[in-house]
């Protein structure tokens, strides 16, 4: 029994010691090994590998692929003009010489990221120092992002190289800080505020034109229209009166009979109007007492 037992134990230590000689390397990653605290060797293609195990040689890994830095500091830098300003920018860069990179760096990418953006930042405020806030906006901010990477790769590879490749960097967003950015607003607003002022007052006052002419136009027409109507009512009224003219001339008596009856019929239109004369004196109810005319002769 002892022997079973110590035959399991002797395979389980020849395992364990097995397993610690071996590693697996990713393609996405480098392998370095070490050696006593020194880098033996850079493993760069994916695979099964073996080592000697702990503590005579030890495995760590870095991330070989294209790797992304975003800003993170919204501290403002100044222009030609002295203007403050945002800057929103990323960099995308990798790792191509891993011994250098652990030599100069650190052991994994979070170190380089630190440096790369201490460096990225002093090499855009450099930039920006030379350049207006129209220029930043323009055109001239691909030179800008073109000159921050020539100088961002000068550092990288200088005398002590990083053993990184800086592949672009790009500016996202150029902005003022917010007091001045409520500043600009507060003038557009009111610049806005301006121009519709004027509009409204521009729309009033040829509003105020357009209905003066309507109604001057409506007064002419009705002007026309009544003069038109005078004129035609006078017509007829002519021809009324020359058609009456003709007909009265015809039998005087009967015109005198028949104005009478008019007058009668305007005097008493009423039910409760009241005339109050002598029949008999009054010249008024002439045409009552007379007899009536013959027709056609005009005679009594």
Do not use: C, H
């Not at 409760?272 to 007899?291: I, K, L, N, Y």
């Amino acid at each position: 029994m002892n022997r079973v037992g110590f035959i399991a134990s002797t395979i389980l230590v020849a395992l364990a010691l097995l397993s610690s000689m071996m590693f697996v390397v990713d393609q996405r990653q480098f392998g370095v090994l070490y050696a006593l605290g020194q880098i033996k060797e850079v493993i760069t293609e994916p695979g099964l590998n073996f080592k000697l195990p702990p503590p005579f040689q030890n495995v760590s890994y870095i991330d070989k692929r294209l790797l992304t830095l975003d800003s993170t500091d919204a501290e403002p830098m100044l222009t030609a003009e002295k203007q403050r300003v945002v800057i929103d920018w990323y960099v995308r860069w990798r790792i191509s010489e891993p011994s250098q990179y652990i030599r100069n760096v650190g052991l994994d990418e979070n170190a380089g990221a630190m440096q790369l953006n201490r460096v990225v930042r002093n090499s855009l405020q450099e930039e920006i120092n030379k350049r207006t806030v129209k220029e930043l906006l323009s055109l001239k901010r691909e030179d800008l992002m073109a000159d921050v990477k020539r100088e961002v790769l000068e550092s990288v590879r200088g005398a002590k190289p990083w053993g990184v490749d800086v592949v672009d960097v790009r500016i996202t967003r150029i902005d003022y800080v917010e007091a001045i950015t409520e500043s600009v607003y507060r003038r557009m607003e009111a610049e806005r505020k301006r121009v519709a002022n004027e509009l409204r007052s521009t729309g009033a006052a040829e509003g105020e034109k357009i209905r003066a002419d309507a109604d001057r136009q409506r007064e002419i027409a009705l002007a026309n229209a009544y003069r038109d109507a005078q004129k035609v009512k006078g017509e007829g009224d002519a021809t009324a009166a020359k058609i009456y003219a003709d007909a009265f001339g015809k039998d005087p008596q009967f015109a005198r009979f028949y104005r009478s009856l008019e007058a009668y019929k305007a005097s008493m239109n009423k039910k409760g109007d009241v005339v109050v004369v002598d029949p008999a004196s009054s010249d008024f109810f002439r045409s009552m007492r007379s007899p009536a005319p013959e027709p056609g002769t005009g005679r009594k």
